[in-house]
C-alpha cells in the first residue's frame, strides 16, 4: 500500500523538461516555441524575457508562460506543461585545439613553429570566434626564449559580447645566431675566425632576426666574452675612426683663417663626436669634433687664435689650445 502511494506521489509531481539551448542574452519566441508549438505563431525574433547568463539556467514558471500567452492572445492549451521552461546559455571552456588554432592564425605565416599550451584559462564562453591578437602577448626575454610566456585572448560572440581567456604558451622556433669560439677581451676587435654560427632557440613574437658572422666581423667588444657567449649588438661597438694614441691632423678655422697642428689622441674618437687631444710640443688638452676623413676640426673666434698665436712666438713651440674657448 505505501509503495503505491509513493508511485501515485511520484506520477503527480511534474517532470522537470530539458533546457532548450539559447546563445544570446534574450528569450526568444523561436526558443519557447521549441517547448510549446503555440509560440510559432509569434514572430521568431520577437524577445519574450531575458535570458540566462553564460553558462547557466533560467527556470521560466507556468505562470509566467502564461503570461507570455496573453500578452500575444494566445490560447493556452489543455497540455500546458506544469513545469514551465527551462532555458540555458551554453558555454564551455576554451579547447585545446581551439586555442592552438586561434595562436595559429595569428603567428608568422610559413614559419616552422611549435606550440605548446602549458595553461589555458577555463572560464566557460559561448559560442564564438576565439582570438589571441599579438598584442596580448608578453614574451619571454631574449636570453631566454624558450619560457613559456602569458597571452591574453578574447572570444567574440556569435550573439555579441566579447569574453575574456587566457593561455601560457611556450613558443618553439629557430633562428641563424653567432656566438664566440674563442675567450676575448674587452676591447678587441673580432675576427671572423673567432666566431660561428649556429642554430639557435627563439620566440617568434621577439624581434630577433638571423645574424651572421658577417654582421659581427671587424667590430669591437665592449666587455670580455667567454667561449660559447651568443652574441647580441648590445655586446659590441664599431670600431674608432681614430684610436687612442694615434697622431692626427687637427685644422683650426677662426672665420677666413686656418691654422694645421698635429696632435695625440686621448681617446678613441668617432666621425661627428667630440674627442681628447694632447698638442704634442705643449702637452696640452684640448678637444675637437672627428671628421669623416679622420681629421679634427677645432672652430673658434679669430681673437682667440690670434692670441695663441703671439703664445707659440713667445714660447717657440706650436701653439697649444686647452679648449676651444680658449683659442
Not at 492549451?77 to 595569428?106: D, K, T, W, Y
Not at 671587424?218 to 648590445?234: D, I, N, P, Y
Not at 704634442?280 to 671628421?291: A, D, E, L, M, W
Amino acid at each position: 500500500m505505501l509503495v503505491f502511494l509513493l508511485a501515485l506521489q511520484l506520477a503527480a509531481k511534474p517532470v522537470p523538461r530539458a533546457c532548450i539551448q539559447i546563445e544570446g542574452d534574450r528569450i526568444l519566441a523561436k526558443h519557447a516555441a521549441e517547448a510549446e508549438s503555440i509560440f510559432k505563431a509569434v514572430s521568431p525574433d520577437t524577445v519574450l524575457s531575458f535570458g540566462p547568463s553564460v553558462g547557466s539556467r533560467r527556470i521560466i514558471s507556468k505562470r509566467e508562460v502564461e503570461q507570455w500567452m496573453a500578452r500575444f492572445g494566445l490560447i493556452q492549451p489543455a497540455n500546458l506543461q506544469s513545469s514551465g521552461m527551462c532555458f540555458e546559455r551554453a558555454a564551455h571552456p576554451p579547447g585545446h585545439g581551439e586555442v592552438e588554432a586561434a595562436i595559429r592564425r595569428s603567428l608568422p605565416a610559413g614559419g616552422d613553429i611549435r606550440i605548446e599550451l602549458v595553461e589555458i584559462s577555463k572560464f566557460p564562453v559561448p559560442a564564438g570566434v576565439l582570438e589571441f591578437p599579438l598584442s596580448g602577448a608578453v614574451p619571454p626575454p631574449q636570453t631566454r626564449p624558450d619560457d613559456p610566456f602569458l597571452w591574453h585572448g578574447q572570444l567574440r560572440g556569435n550573439s555579441g559580447g566579447t569574453y575574456r581567456c587566457w593561455a601560457r604558451v611556450r613558443l618553439i622556433a629557430t633562428r641563424q645566431a653567432v656566438r664566440m669560439k674563442v675567450d676575448l677581451g674587452q676591447g678587441k676587435s673580432l675576427d671572423a675566425s673567432e666566431l660561428e654560427a649556429f642554430s639557435a632557440p627563439a620566440c617568434p613574437l621577439s624581434r630577433t632576426k638571423d645574424e651572421r658572422i658577417e654582421d659581427y666581423a671587424g667590430l669591437v667588444l665592449k666587455r670580455s666574452l667567454r667561449t660559447g657567449t651568443v652574441l647580441t649588438h648590445a655586446m659590441v661597438m664599431s670600431p674608432p675612426d681614430i684610436a687612442r694614441g694615434n697622431l692626427v691632423l687637427v685644422r683650426v678655422v677662426a672665420g677666413g683663417t686656418h691654422l694645421t697642428l698635429e696632435a695625440q689622441a686621448e681617446s678613441d674618437g668617432y666621425t661627428g663626436r667630440s674627442i681628447l687631444l694632447t698638442n704634442i710640443n705643449s702637452k696640452r688638452h684640448f678637444q675637437g669634433t672627428v671628421q669623416a676623413d679622420g681629421t679634427v676640426l677645432v672652430q673658434t673666434s679669430l681673437a682667440k687664435l690670434q692670441t695663441a698665436s703671439r703664445n707659440r712666438e713667445s714660447n717657440h713651440a706650436e701653439p697649444h689650445i686647452t679648449s676651444q674657448a680658449d683659442l
